[in-house]
């Protein structure tokens, strides 16, 4: 069982940069894949970003190339999103997700509960 617990979301404005940071319990982080994702209002939640247990892999939806980072600490079991130019179509509800396989992350085992994330233009 994995428990996540997601902080960092706030209100900011076009241009800024955010990270968030997901907490994950359990002694086997490493073992996880990790995952960012989004749902704004009056749409379906979307992939935003993944890594592998070891960082070695990483991906990212079209939308965040460039922009977004993910990164992971093991020994903190912490997983961040580091967002880079802020949009206000970024502000959506931002949740953290894992999965034993980053193959299957976009279906993962584990949702933590969200934080919002709202720029304004």
């Known amino acids: 069982q994995v428990q996540l617990v997601e902080s960092g979301g706030k209100l900011v404005q076009t241009g800024d940069s955010l990270t968030l940071s997901c907490a994950a319990s359990?002694?086997?982080?490493?073992?996880?894949?990790m995952g960012w994702f989004h749902q704004a209002p009056g749409k379906e939640r979307e992939f935003v970003a993944a890594?592998?247990?070891?960082?070695?892999?990483?991906y990212f939806a079209d939308s965040v190339k460039g922009r977004f980072t993910i990164s992971r600490d093991n020994a903190k079991n912490m997983v961040y999103l580091q967002m880079n130019s802020l949009k206000p179509e970024d502000t959506a509800v931002y949740y953290c997700?894992?999965?034993?396989?980053?193959?299957?992350?976009?279906?993962?085992?584990?949702w933590g509960q969200g934080t919002q994330v709202t720029v304004s233009s």
């Open positions: 997700a894992a999965d034993r396989h980053i193959a299957t992350i976009k279906e993962p085992d584990y």
């Open positions: 359990g002694r086997t982080f490493s073992g996880y894949a």
């Open positions: 890594i592998s247990g070891s960082g070695g892999l990483i």
